[in-house]
């Protein structure tokens, strides 16, 4: 069985600031790991994946996520926040075998304050 | 990119009434597809996994006779409400595999938000 928990439903970050949002995780195999952004009434965009090999994940928009086996966790940060930011983000873990099914956090609501 | 639609964006209907949805991968060929459903404020909970010209596979919870799903080809799937009534109501999102891309790309519709009144 996989699952994944994310620290704070909600997170507020300054115009600028650094965003980290949390993401643990766990997987009876190694896992594939993603992070998803999703704004109001629409669906998920993939922001970036981990698969295997380097354990930065560079993604869109300026994110990126560090797989770290030995914490199972999958942190996604941003050095420097946009008003465009503000949205929810999820972050899902998918078997690696089989109809590789996704199981997803409850979601992590990030405000970007002016 | 492998782009994926579903039609309606937006449906209401009436309680008792049988509502269909679309989930077509247009550019790629999509063996297995995924049907969610997500409340307000909630995370996206998977309903079914849908495989082509077979049976879909429901998670536990799940009522078969009531979410029909139907995969009739590589590129459409369909999700039919059955007799809906308002705790139905809810955002529903498909994801298809792209399989010649390999096993972990999973792309997602823009999801179907569906009021029963």
């Known amino acids: 069985a996989q699952s994944v928990t994310q620290l704070g439903s909600h997170v507020s970050v300054s115009e600028g600031a650094l965003v980290l949002l949390r993401c643990n995780y766990s997987?009876?195999?190694?896992?594939?790991l993603f992070w998803y952004v999703q704004y109001p009434n629409q669906g998920l965009q993939l922001l970036l994946k981990?698969?295997?090999?380097?354990?930065l994940v560079k993604g869109i928009n300026g994110f990126e996520a560090e797989f770290k086996k030995s914490e199972t966790s999958f942190h996604l940060t941003k050095p420097s926040a946009h008003m465009s930011d503000a949205a929810e983000y999820f972050c899902?873990?998918?078997?690696?075998?089989?109809?590789?099914?996704?199981?997803f956090g409850i979601g992590t609501k990030l405000q970007v304050i002016p | 990119g492998a782009v994926v639609s579903q039609h309606p964006s937006w449906v209401i209907c009436k309680s008792g009434t049988s509502v269909k949805i679309e989930c077509r991968s247009l550019?790629?060929?999509?063996?297995?597809m995924f049907w969610y459903r997500q409340f307000p404020k909630q995370s996206l909970m998977l309903m079914a996994t849908?495989?082509?010209?077979?049976?879909?596979?429901?998670e536990q919870g799940v009522e078969k006779d009531k979410f029909l799903i139907n995969h009739a080809s590589l590129t459409l799937s369909t999700l039919t409400v059955t007799s809906a009534h308002p705790e139905d109501s809810s955002f529903y999102i498909c994801?298809?595999?792209?399989?010649?891309?390999?096993?972990?790309?999973?792309?997602f519709g823009p999801g179907t938000r569906l009021t029963v009144t």
């Open positions: 994801s298809a595999r792209d399989t010649s891309a390999g096993y972990h790309e999973q792309y």
């Open positions: 997987s009876s195999v190694p896992p594939y």
């Open positions: 981990y698969t295997t090999g380097a354990t």
């Open positions: 899902a873990v998918s078997e690696t075998g089989g109809y590789q099914k996704v199981t």
């Open positions: 550019d790629f060929q999509a063996t297995t």
């Open positions: 849908s495989n082509e010209g077979s049976k879909a596979t429901y």
